[in-house]
T-cell receptor, first 113, second 118 residues
Framework: SQTIHQWPATLVQPVGSPLSLECTVE??????LYWYRQAAGRGLQLLFY??????ISSEVPQNLSASRPQDRQFILSSKKLLLSDSGFYLC????????????FGQGTRLTVV | AQSVAQPEDQVNVAEGNPLTVKCTYS??????LFWYVQYPNRGLQFLLK??????LVKGSYGFEAEFNKSQTSFHLKKPSALVSDSALYFC????????????????FGTGTQLKVEL
């Protein structure tokens, strides 16, 4: 069966520090991978999605970047965090076809102080 | 561009009563529609989806949703609400791959908080 791992669960970082959140998927090949941010427990903002290794689509210009160094690994990064980067970050994967549902990791609560 | 609207920030319903959470969408071509539920500080859990076929889709935990192409809606329903159904519900839309040029974007609404009271 497929599983998705996202870590860490919580993170407190000072303003200006770097960020690296990692997401890995097991039990499937060539997944589509997504990073979402949820602010204040409400709407999901799509940050990045990837259809293959090294292929990243950015939805919103911001202080973050994403990389996909391996087929089932998706990394969210920042060189210098801002206060506004605080939020709940969710990684998800889905199959190649648009008709398949997405499966989510448990999320990372990031607080920038 | 594809989009989803959930017009109600919160829906309150008494336990045992039917519930409806509204969703409308905008997308090129035939839509793929999804409902998810989120409990506090957790990831989203898949409830049900509409791809094609019967307009009434049944999913997990007694939930169902009705696809209405003319009204571009996909409302979530349950005949009898439980207190344990209280959570944040999200509607999402995707497009057939051929129309996305190889991308596979999944767009969510802003969520509706469902509160079921005794």
């Amino acid at each position: 069966s497929q599983t998705i791992h996202q870590w860490p669960a919580t993170l407190v970082q000072p303003v200006g520090s770097p960020l690296s959140l990692e997401c890995t998927v097991e039990g499937t090949s060539n997944p589509n991978l997504y990073w979402y941010r949820q602010a204040a427990g409400r709407g999901l903002q799509l940050l990045f999605y990837s259809v293959g290794i090294g292929q990243i689509s950015s939805e919103v210009p911001q202080n973050l970047s994403a990389s996909r160094p391996q087929d089932r690994q998706f990394i969210l990064s920042s060189k210098k965090l801002l206060l506004s980067d605080s939020g709940f970050y969710l990684c998800a994967w889905r199959g190649y076809l648009g008709s398949t549902e997405a499966f989510f990791g448990q999320g990372t609560r990031l607080t920038v102080v | 561009a594809q989009s989803v609207a959930q017009p109600e920030d919160q829906v309150n319903v008494a336990e045992g009563n039917p519930l409806t959470v509204k969703c409308t969408y905008s997308v090129s071509g035939n839509p793929y529609l999804f409902w998810y539920v989120q409990y506090p500080n957790r990831g989203l859990q898949f409830l049900l989806k509409y791809i094609t076929g019967d307009n009434l889709v049944k999913g997990s935990y007694g939930f169902e949703a009705e696809f209405n192409k003319s009204q571009t809606s996909f409302h979530l329903k349950k005949p009898s609400a439980l207190v344990s159904d209280s959570a944040l519900y999200f509607c999402a839309v995707s497009s057939p791959l051929i129309l996305t040029g190889g991308g596979n974007k999944l767009t969510f609404g802003t969520g509706t908080q469902l509160k079921v009271e005794l």
